[in-house]
């Protein structure tokens, strides 16, 4: 409540001790033993080979180009970063700018670019170590020649309210690496909306930047609270189906939400320089939220404040990665700076709406290569700080 002072002792006793006895102190020593412990209590099946197995993995970026200058990095599955590629791509083929931003036809595009990049996000996003993506499969997907294809599908004068996946090319994959980059900033927003998911960037003087997201999913999390630690719940977003690419196997990674961004932009000599890292919070609204800050700083000419600041659409309702699959469309959210004729003819179209405040929350340190500083934006819609030191 509010003005209420929380303390959590166990937390800061186990910190304490990883500080002093590195990660086999959380694995192997005290800290996972007080997390069993707490387990077997709970009816949870964890082991202390669950614990002693564990491990982080260091993965490449994948990117696509944006009109020509700019790359766009996301993380590859088994989180939902290709969605949002997969979105771009496909507006990349359509002249923004000429649709008017917030338009309905912009909207109904977006939309339905949404609905095409999810229908393939239920069917083939996953651990890769377990029946996921390869990576000639994620090449397919991200590929501008599928994106073609994927477009060609959209009705600009009618909302699907059906999509199946498609059938991607394998073509090789290719990969390039964002750089490094100078001054310092840092933005970050802690999400109470649903308090599950903080998002925070940082750029230092040196020219390194850090685009990190951080969730225990709804709820909270589980629920459950083990030597400090609050244990999260993103086993729930496997798909118990036989035979999906994100089904329940013991040891893989649940297909996951949580997607940090960034991008790049081209230089004179067709180098590609840091130029932007930022994220959206809010479970299914990332990709879509990906995909409109990118339009609204490239193809909008918005500044990084203006771009998180406007009114944005979220679609929901279309088919999972759990199981669920859209019959009717979905419906579609829309904040207040839309207007009632944009959403009438979005009617018209066939789109179910509703409206209401965005749930997503939105952070970005821009680099600005003529000034040789960063910008900071943050969230309106929830607590979120920008600071330059």
């Known amino acids: 409540m509010l003005g209420e002072i929380f303390r959590n002792p166990q937390l800061a006793e186990s910190l304490r001790a990883v500080a002093a ?28 080979e669950d614990f002693s197995s564990h491990h982080g993995e260091w993965v490449d970026p994948i990117g696509i180009t944006y009109r020509g200058q700019h790359t766009v990095y996301e993380l590859p599955p088994n989180p939902q970063g290709l969605a949002a590629l997969q979105m771009l791509n496909i507006l990349e083929l359509y002249d923004l700018e000429a649709l008017g931003f917030n338009s309905a036809d ?96 940082v750029a230092d003087a040196d020219g390194t930047m850090v685009s990190l997201i951080q969730s225990n999913y709804e709820g909270f999390g589980s629920g459950l609270v083990a030597a400090g630690f609050g244990l999260q719940d993103r ?24 997607i940090p961004g960034f991008a790049t932009v081209r230089d004179a000599a067709g180098t590609e320089q840091p130029w932007l890292s930022f994220g959206v919070m809010g479970g299914n609204i990332q990709p879509q939220g990906h995909s409109q800050i990118i339009a609204n700083l490239i193809d909008f000419g918005m500044n990084p404040q203006e771009a998180g600041d406007a009114a944005r659409y979220t679609h929901s309702g279309s088919s999972q990665p759990t199981g669920e699959v859209m019959h009717d469309g979905g419906s579609v959210q829309l904040e207040g700076g839309v207007c009632a004729e944009v959403e009438a003819e979005l009617r018209r ?41």
């Open 106 to 201: 912009y909207l109904h595009l977006q939309i339905e670019a949404k609905k095409l990049a999810f229908a393939d996000r239920a069917k083939f996003y996953a651990d890769p170590e377990f029946g996921g993506p390869s990576p000639e499969l994620i090449a397919g997907l991200i590929s501008k020649s599928y994106a073609a294809e994927r477009a060609a599908l959209i009705n600009m004068s009618s909302a699907a309210t059906t999509v199946p996946p498609g059938t991607p090319p394998s073509p090789a994959a290719e990969a390039t690496y964002p750089g490094g980059f100078p001054r310092s900033a840092a933005a970050q927003s802690l999400d109470h909306t649903s308090a599950d998911t903080m998002y925070l960037t």
């Open 21 to 48: 006895g590195g990660p086999q102190e959380f694995y192997n020593g005290s800290v996972a033993k007080e997390i069993l412990a707490s387990a077997a209590l709970n009816g949870l099946h964890l082991t202390q």
């Open 349 to 389: 179209r066939g789109h179910q709406t509703t409206r209401g405040p965005n749930g997503g929350g939105y952070q970005a340190i821009m680099f600005d290569h003529e000034q040789n500083s960063y910008i900071g934006a943050t969230e309106m819609r929830k607590d979120g700080i920008a600071a330059g030191f």
């Open 235 to 258: 086993g729930s977003l496997f798909n118990m189906q036989e035979g999906a690419a994100n089904q329940y196997q013991p040891g893989k990674r649940p297909f996951h939400t949580i």
